[in-house]
C-alpha cells in the first residue's frame, strides 16, 4: 500500500509500504477513504516530538470502511463506514470506564518514553511517534486499528465523510475547548489562534451559548473564516496590540473566558525563540501568557493548544491573583463522538466548512507544506486516496 512515511526533520515522503494484518482479536482494518493534516503533525516533521523514527507512517485524522475484523470485534462488520478517534483505548482500564481514553493505561506500550519526557503515561496516539505507541497512522491507504471494538464510531448512510471526518479530533477537540470554558448565556469568549482547532472552538463557543467571541490571529484568511464564516470579532495581533484592544471591547473588565487554541508553536519573543533554540523550555507560551493577562478577574482559561513539557515565564501570580481557573488537556474524542454527530446529523453545524484544500494522497508531502507555510489561504487539507493527483 502507500502511506506517507517519515524521514527526519522536514522530510516526509509518500512511499509503498507493507499493508497492515490483524495481530490481536480486537482489531480491525480499515480502507481510509478520507483523511487530514493536523496542526499536531507539524509538531512531529519540526522536531518537537523526540522519539520519530526513520519510517514511521504519520496522520491521525482519519475514517473509512472496514475491511477485517478480529474475531473478539462484534460491533462492526466487513463494509461499515468509520471515523476513529486520534487516540487509542482498550476501554476496560480505570480511566477509560471513568471518561479518560486518553489517559488508557493499556493502549501504549511504550508509556516509559513520555514518563520520562511528560511524567505521565498517557494513552497511545495513531502516527505520533513512539511516545505515543509507534502504531501506524491513517495517512495512508489502509490502517490497523487496536481495540476496534471500543473506539471506531459507525457513521450512517448518507452522510459524506467531509462532514464527519473530523469527528477525529479537530471538531471534538474544539468543542472540548469551548466547554472547558464554562461558558455560560451572555459570556464574551476570546480564542487565541484561529487554525481549525480555532475554529471550531469558535463554531462550539456560540453553540454553547456566548454572547459575543473574539478570535485572535495573524493570518488574514484564518481572521477572514472567523469573521466571515464563524461571526467572530477579530483582531489582528500584527496591527494591534492584543491586551489593549481587548481592554477596549470589554470596557475594561476582560473576556470572561479566555482559549489558547495555538500550544507550543505560537510566534515567541527573542527570549523565546532562543530558549527553546537551546532546549531550555519546550514550547513557546506567548498566547498563554495574553490569556492570562487579559481575562477578567475571576474568569476560566481553557487550554486546548498542545504543549510538551517544561515552559519559561508563565505568569503564575497573575493567574493566582486574578482567581482564575485553569481546564486543560487532550480532547477524550470517544466521549463527544455520538452527540457531535447529532449536531451534525440536525443540521446545528457541518464541519466540512473548514476545507481549503483537497489533495490525493500522492500530494500529501505538498499538502505539508502548504499548511505548514500557509500558502494559497490553506487553513485545513484533506487527503483522499482515490483521488488522482492534480
Known sequence: ???????????????????????????????VTASAICGSDLHLIHGWVPTMEEGDILGHEFMGEIVEV????????????????????????????????????????????????????????????????????????????????YGPLKIPEGLPDEKVLFLSDIFPTGYFAAENGRIKQGDTVAVWGCGPVGQFTIASAWLLGASRVIAIDDTIERLDMARNRNKAETINFAEKNVLETLNEMTSGRGPDVCIDAVGMEAKGSFYDNVKTKLWMESGKIPALRECIWACRKGGTISIAGVYT??????????????????????????????????????????PSFVITHRLSLDETAKGYELFDEKKDGCIKVILTPDRKAA
Open 1 to 31: 500500500m502507500k502511506a506517507l512515511v517519515y524521514h527526519g526533520k522536514n522530510d516526509v515522503r509518500v512511499e509503498r509500504v507493507n499493508d497492515p494484518e490483524i495481530l490481536n482479536p480486537r482489531d480491525a482494518i480499515v480502507k
Open 70 to 149: 478480529g474475531h473478539q470485534v462484534k460491533n462492526l462488520k466487513k463494509g461499515d463506514r468509520v471515523v476513529v478517534p486520534f487516540t487509542i483505548a482498550c476501554g476496560r482500564c480505570y480511566f477509560c470506564k471513568n471518561g479518560w481514553p486518553t489517559q488508557c493505561d493499556n493502549s501504549n506500550p511504550n508509556a516509559e518514553l513520555p514518563e520520562k519526557f511528560l511524567g505521565h503515561g498517557p494513552s497511545a496516539l495513531f502516527g505520533y511517534s513512539h511516545m505515543y505507541g509507534g502504531y501506524p497512522g491513517g495517512q495512508a491507504e489502509y490502517v490497523r486499528v487496536p481495540f476496534a471494538d
Open 309 to 350: 513539557s517544561f515552559v519559561d515565564k508563565f505568569p503564575l501570580g497573575e493567574a493566582f491573583g486574578k482567581d482564575l481557573t485553569f481546564r486543560m488537556g487532550q480532547c477524550n474524542v470517544h466521549n463527544y463522538l455520538k452527540p457531535l454527530l447529532g449536531l451534525i446529523e440536525q443540521g446545528k453545524i457541518d
